[in-house]
């Protein structure tokens, strides 16, 4: 198993803990509940940019992308970007890249890339409730050993940045992942589909969050954590500014899984199946 890090931890949760020795030790410390932000790898660098400018030609080729005021209505254009990131054979080659860098092997299973955006006020439009919605990705039909990788397409402060509470990581949330089906899910709404914000899995009850992780990032960096952790997308409070990403997910058959602390969904491994090919699987 090819496991050198090629790319170096510039933060971490907890904050005083080592850089992982290898790929296997990284994979199994993220499924334990800590974080990491790796510090701009090259391949990440060169997809921020190249996500970055596709923006600009799509949204506001004459003005910069990061103020959304001068962008009326980006959604259907969006729309359009989503899906060429998905079908692109230099995205998929750079995701890989990433991947590369990190140490994961060929047989590493990784989806494709999504382009996400939180505008500053968005919060207020109830269509965008659901974004805010507390949650693990696993109560989405995610399997426990499920990795996500988000990307900042643009320097992100920590103001701007979703939070994690660690101290629920291995601990049940009263929850409402029990009504999640994934093939039932996107067959009636799909990931950009719009439902009431019931449907989404949520805690079900009002919990102490606990002290929140908030990470500040340059465009590039790469932050990777559990998919059983517990996070929140939080609102963007800087004026006239939209924060910009992409995240994928990956998964190394057999590698290490994550506690299933409360998670009752269905669907993983049909999800993977539909979802997920192997990051040596030729384009």
């Known amino acids: ?134 949650h693990r990705d696993t109560w989405y039909g995610c399997p426990q050993t499920q990795i996500n990788a988000w990307i900042p397409l643009f320097d992100t402060g920590p103001e701007q940045a979703f939070s994690f509470f660690p101290r629920w990581f291995d601990r049940p949330v009263p929850n409402s992942s029990a009504q999640f089906d994934y093939a039932t899910w996107m067959e009636q709404v799909g990931w950009h589909g719009e439902t009431n914000v019931e449907s989404y899995p949520q805690p079900t009850l009002p919990i102490d969050p606990g002290p929140a992780v908030r990470f500040g990032f340059a465009a590039g960096d790469v932050l990777l954590f559990s998919a059983a952790q517990l996070h929140q997308t939080q609102p963007n409070p800087v004026p006239g500014t939209t924060r910009y990403s992409v995240d994928f997910r990956f998964v190394l058959p057999g590698g290490p899984s994550a506690p299933n602390a409360d998670n009752a969904s269905r669907g993983a491994e049909e999800r993977v199946r539909q979802s997920f090919r192997a990051i040596g699987a030729p384009d």
């Not at 391949?43 to 940019?49: D, K």
């Open 1 to 134: 198993m090819k496991a050198t890090l090629n790319a170096a931890v510039f933060q971490s949760w907890p904050m005083d803990a080592p850089p992982p020795a290898d790929a296997l030790d990284l994979l199994a410390r993220l499924h334990a509940g800590e974080l990491f932000v790796f510090r701009r790898p090259a391949p990440a660098e060169r997809l921020a940019l190249d996500v970055r400018q596709r923006l600009q030609a799509a949204l506001c080729p004459d003005d910069d992308v990061e103020h959304v005021p001068r962008v009326p209505d980006p959604l259907p254009r969006l729309k359009r970007l989503r899906a060429v990131l998905g079908g692109s054979p230099f995205v998929r080659r750079t995701v890989v890249e990433v991947l590369g860098a990190l140490g994961l092997p060929e047989r590493t299973l990784v989806d494709d890339l999504r382009l996400r955006l939180v505008s500053q006020g968005a919060e207020d439009r109830p269509e965008a409730a659901p974004v805010y919605v507390m």
